[in-house]
């Protein structure tokens, strides 16, 4: 038996979809433009609060909150958003970031600009201008000078994505991960000169689960610098040069530190770099270790020390008991590396002679110095070589 729906039921039904689709619209994302709670994009105007109160309103919401910045130039002091309820909130920065042109006014703040204990955050796109070029020329002077802000921190956070940002000049190191996990850089690009002091481009330590794709790294010191207690870290398609490679290091700082593990490096292109991929530790007793590394399809041109582990690392030979390194390195592969050394040594194994080095695999390694098989140096190291080795291993 057919049924027909009465004209007074059919008046009912906009009201009984509102109903309905209620929760779904209480949730909807809301957006907090940074110019409509008082930043001004003109370079000049300290918009640093406006920034913090749609950090605070967005944190505040209920819903997914998006914090907007316009087109412009905006001021910006060292600034802290720290952790809070909300889990779904997004930094859309279509501007450039500028720290104050006087390097005095954030040089001693450990960050410039820091995400702190925060879960769920999207940083996309901007630019971040650290301004850092006035610090290193008071460094290179040898007058007295702040340390310097790293340009981003994040610390003690959860889920975080930085997609398409750009960092400038950084004071010093540009962007760093410190107590978190799972994080994911994609599409960042790095810039400072090939000459600025201390200026990493990106340092992981003490985290999990982290990601670096896709990612172009010009700066004066490591395109990546991996610290202790870094695991289950990824990088691949980075393009490094100038700078100092990527390095795991320097270890044994401290007596008591955590281990380097589950690290991936691969489809890397280094260009005129110092290193090429490399192991450091400072030659004194430490309880940390390296384990687990894979450098895998790495592009060589003209780097002057593209295969290094380094564990008699001793500036100035200062605080080195005994110049032996306590870290323990194990389980390291390096498999299609190819390309050009600028230094007739390309591959330098120097370990420790306490714990020597294990488990270094070398698979299709074709390195050339001046268009001939270039050399390479072991101590303490133990391993195997297999398929094409164009240089001739010392293992």
Known sequence: MVQF????????????????????????????????????????????????NAWAAACASASPATIY???GRYLLRNAVFRGCNNHAITFKIDATLVAPSDYRVIGNAHNWLEFQ???????????????????????????????????????????ILVRGLTSLNSQMFHIVINGCHNVKLQGVTVSASGQSPNTDGIHVQLSSGVMILDTHIKTGDDCVSIGPG?????????????????????????????????????AVTFTGTQNGVRIK?????SNGFVKHVIFQHIGMANVQHPIVIDQNYCPRHKNCPG??????????????????????????FECSSKYPCSGIK???????????????????????????????SCL
């Open 323 to 348: 110049k032996v390194s306590g870290v323990k390195v194990s389980d390291v592969t390096y498999e299609d590396i190819h390309g050009t050394s600028e230094s007739e040594v390309a591959m330098r």
């Open 117 to 159: 204990e925060v879960t769920g955050v999207s940083i996309i796109g901007g630019v971040l201008d650290g301004q850092g070029t006035g610090l290193w020329a008071c460094k290179k002077s040898g007058k007295r000078c702040p340390s310097g802000a790293t340009t981003l921190g994040l610390t003690r956070s959860n889920n």
């Open 69 to 71: 910045a316009p087109p």
């Open 230 to 266: 870094a695991t289950n870290l990824w990088i691949e398609n980075v393009a490094c040069g100038p700078g100092h490679g990527i390095s795991i290091g320097s270890l044994a700082k401290n007596l008591k530190e955590e281990g380097v593990q589950n690290v991936t490096v691969k």
């Open 5 to 52: 729906v009465s004209s007074n039921s059919l008046l009912l039904l906009p009201a009984l979809l509102c109903m309905v689709l209620q929760p779904y619209w209480a949730t909807a994302e809301v957006t907090y433009n940074v110019v409509n709670l008082g930043a001004k994009g003109d370079g000049r105007t300290d918009s640093t609060k406006a920034f913090l």
């Open 281 to 285: 530790s400072w030659a004194r007793p």
């Open 362 to 392: 070398l698979k299709d390694v074709k390195l050339t110095y001046r268009n001939k098989a270039p050399q390479s140096t072991c101590a303490h190291a133990g391993g195997t070589a297999s398929g094409f080795i164009e240089l001739a």
